[in-house]
């Protein structure tokens, strides 16, 4: 950029050779110049100036070269050296550096102001949303809860009131082995609805009397528990001390094949009576049968030792005297049927249904 000692020196010359000069040094002229004056200027001197050649225009302003060249780069060191003094200040500037800080603030400030309203109102809608949700899911699950209960109640009850046929059949020796197996069958079935019952009464919320229900249900299993006890009791007696006809005459002993056979219901008899179930009324019938096995095993030895002396009035007696205990056996095991009986039909009258 030029300086102002350069604008005056080349001032000095004629305006037409201002412009050839800066051309020929290559500068763009940067002087406003009045284009009325400069028309009239290249008129007049249009014929001298062709006649000039290049050194004569740079003998003519050699002198104001020099004058140009010279304190052009002084003051372009001058410069230099100034605006060298002048960058650190330019670098750091307090006030620049407070403005920013300010202008950080107030935008943190004024976010302050909608982000926390904001997050806070976020958060309300969230909460109530899940609230919302929550409540809704309750009430759904508490529908299809009461549904299921319905329909498990209803089959409950209808299998509940099975109960006094199932305790006729288990504790009345008149029914059959299979007519006892279909009873258990039933009382499986009991139990499973009584069960799905349990698990679908722990997710109501709409009984009052929740506990008085419990009890209630505490007790039907209790009396199905103690039928399908019973209704095993009664069909491992069944296959203890169980005779065929024992012969007594000479012409229908085989002593091989009786001792083989007495020796198989003394050892199946055994076996049946160590799985027996503890059942409070029959207690002292399980205690009978005990006794009466060391008893039938005692009487079958005499039985066959007198077929081999062919005491056959001794045998008869003894035949009798085996008849007899197992009779024994047999009345004490009715004995505590009915017992059982009794206290089962008490048990179920006192149920009330299931709600």
């Known amino acids: 950029m ?99 800080i300010q202008r950080v603030w107030s935008d943190l400030e004024s976010r302050r102001q909608w982000v926390l309203p904001t997050f806070i109102g976020l958060s309300t809608v969230l909460v109530i949303f899940i609230a919302v949700n929550s409540y809704l899911d309750y009430r759904n699950t508490q529908t299809e809860i009461i549904e299921d209960a319905i329909v498990v109640t209803s089959n409950s009850n209808e299998l509940i009131d099975l109960l006094p046929t199932l305790i006729e059949i288990s504790t009345n020796t008149f029914y059959s082995k299979y007519d006892v197996s279909n009873a258990s069958a039933n009382l499986q079935q009991i139990e499973s609805s009584l069960i799905e019952y349990r698990a679908n009464l722990e997710s109501r919320n709409d009984l009052d009397n929740k506990s008085t229900v419990i009890d209630n249900l505490n007790n039907v299993f209790l009396l199905v528990n103690e039928l399908d006890l019973v209704i095993t009791y009664r069909i491992l007696i069944s296959e203890v001390l169980i005779y065929g006809e024992l012969p007594v005459d000479e012409d229908q002993i085989n002593i091989d094949e009786l001792t083989i056979e007495l020796s198989g219901i003394i050892a199946q008899s055994k076996v049946n009576f160590s799985n027996l179930p503890e059942i409070e009324e029959f207690n002292n019938h399980k205690n009978l049968v005990e006794v009466a096995l060391v008893t039938a095993e005692d009487l079958h030895g005499r039985y066959l030792a007198a077929l081999r002396n062919n ?45």
Do not use: C, H
């Open 2 to 100: 030029m300086n102002i000692r350069d604008y005056f020196s080349i001032n000095k010359t004629k305006t037409s050779n201002k412009i050839k000069i800066l051309d020929l040094l290559g500068f763009e002229p940067d002087i406003e110049i009045d284009s009325s004056q400069y028309q009239v200027d290249i008129v007049d001197e249009s014929i001298s100036a062709e006649q000039q050649t290049f050194e004569e225009l740079i003998s003519s302003t050699e002198d104001l070269i020099v004058e140009v060249k010279k304190p052009s780069i002084e003051t372009y060191l001058d410069t230099a050296e100034s605006d060298s003094l002048e960058a650190p200040t330019d670098t750091f500037n307090p006030l620049k550096i407070t403005e920013q």
């Open 311 to 355: 005491e056959y009035d001794v045998a008869k007696s003894i035949v009798s005297a085996i008849n007899l205990n197992k009779s024994t056996e047999i009345k004490a095991f009715e004995n505590a049927l009915e017992d059982f009986n009794n206290k089962s039909l008490n048990a179920y009258n006192n149920f009330e249904d299931l709600p």
